[in-house]
């Protein structure tokens, strides 16, 4: 089993920026694409940002021109570039890892955005 383990998060005030990482705790050359998605308090997990094998990336609208997302699937890393941090995006940030046969999901980072 692959165990994908988030970093990064905290508590920062409006405006302000964090940086989260994923790493798989051991590599997997099947891995096509890594992803982060949160999970807001009281709202269902939704997706935020993919990075593929290829380089091709993918934003929710939400997030556009405020996160970017780098990283090398190859050696299953990916990192997410926070910037210009709202109060909204306070939640619970999880990496995620796809191969054609599996989905593996992290255990989750909080970030907290505070007004």
């Known amino acids: 089993q692959v165990q994908l383990v988030e970093s990064g998060g905290g508590l920062v005030q409006a405006g302000g920026s964090l940086r989260l990482s994923c790493a798989a705790s051991?590599?997997?050359?099947?891995?096509?694409?890594m992803a982060w998605h949160r999970q807001a308090p009281g709202k269902q997990r939704e997706w935020i940002t993919t990075?593929?094998?290829?380089?091709?990336?993918a934003y929710q609208d939400s997030v556009k021109g405020r996160f970017t997302v780098s990283g090398d699937i190859a050696r299953n890393t990916v990192t997410l570039q926070m910037n210009n941090l709202k109060p909204e995006d306070t939640g619970v940030y999880y990496c995620w890892a796809q191969s054609p046969s599996r989905a593996d999901w992290g255990q989750g980072t909080q970030v907290t955005v505070s007004s």
């Open positions: 051991r590599t997997i050359n099947t891995i096509t694409a």
């Open positions: 990075l593929t094998r290829g380089g091709d990336t």
